[in-house]
C-alpha cells in the first residue's frame, strides 16, 4: 500500500489494511483517533460482466433506497465526491464468505437474509446476495455493500445467492478460481 493515510473531505484517516476489492471499489479498514471505519475508494477498472453508470452516484442512491427498506447495513458516513469514496461505519465480524469456508455457517444467518428479503421483495429490489457482502456481529446479519438494482427473479436469492450459501459446487469453484482463503 503506497498511502499511509486517506483523505475523506479534508479529514484524515489512517490506513490499516485492504478488506476487499469489488466490482466498483477497493475496501480499506482505515482509522483515526475515535475509531475504526471502512473507507470504500471506487475504481474504474472494467468489469465484463456489469454495467457501471456513475459510480458514487449509484453508491448514494442505493444506499438511500437500502435505508428506506428498512435493510440492516452499515451507515455512511461521509462521501467524498470529488475523490469517490465513501467512508462508512465498520461492522467488526467475519464474513459469511468465511464462516461457509470454515464450517461456521449457522441457519439463523440464511434465516436473517430470508427476513431481508421480505423486506426487498415487494420492494422490487435485489441486493448483491454474494457471502463476501454479508458480515456477522455479535449473531446479526449485517449487509455490507450498497449495491442493489431492480428486481428481477433470475438475480435474487432463491435462484442465485443461494448457490453461494453453502459448500455448494458453485462456492467451492468460486474458492478454487480465485484462491480466496
Not at 477498472?45 to 447495513?73: H, T, V, W
Not at 434465516?111 to 431481508?116: F, I
Not at 422490487?124 to 446479519?141: A, H, K, R, S
Request: aromatic fraction near 16%; glycine fraction near 4%.
Amino acid at each position: 500500500m503506497a498511502e499511509e493515510y486517506f483523505n475523506v473531505n479534508e479529514k484524515k484517516y489512517q490506513f490499516v489494511r485492504l478488506l476487499g476489492k469489488g466490482k466498483g471499489g477497493y475496501s480499506y479498514l482505515v482509522s483515526d483517533e475515535k475509531g475504526l471505519y471502512v473507507l470504500k475508494q471506487i475504481h474504474h477498472e472494467p468489469c465484463d460482466y456489469y454495467q457501471f453508470g456513475n459510480k458514487i452516484e449509484a453508491e448514494l442512491r442505493d444506499y438511500q433506497r437500502l435505508s428506506s427498506i428498512g435493510i440492516r447495513m452499515p451507515k455512511m458516513l461521509d462521501v467524498d465526491i470529488d475523490k469517490e469514496r465513501i467512508l462508512k461505519e465498520y461492522i467488526d465480524g467475519e464474513t459469511i464468505y468465511h464462516l461457509i469456508l470454515h464450517d461456521q455457517m449457522k441457519p439463523e444467518y440464511l434465516e436473517q437474509l430470508k427476513q431481508m428479503c421480505s423486506l426487498l421483495y415487494p420492494r422490487n429490489t435485489n441486493i448483491d446476495y454474494f457471502p463476501t457482502n454479508f458480515v456477522v456481529q455479535d449473531e446479526i446479519l449485517f449487509y455490507i455493500d450498497f449495491e442493489c438494482n431492480d428486481y428481477m427473479e433470475q438475480w435474487n436469492f432463491e435462484n442465485w445467492g443461494i448457490k453461494y450459501w453453502s459448500k455448494s459446487q458453485d462456492f467451492l469453484d468460486y474458492v478454487k478460481k480465485d484462491h480466496v482463503l
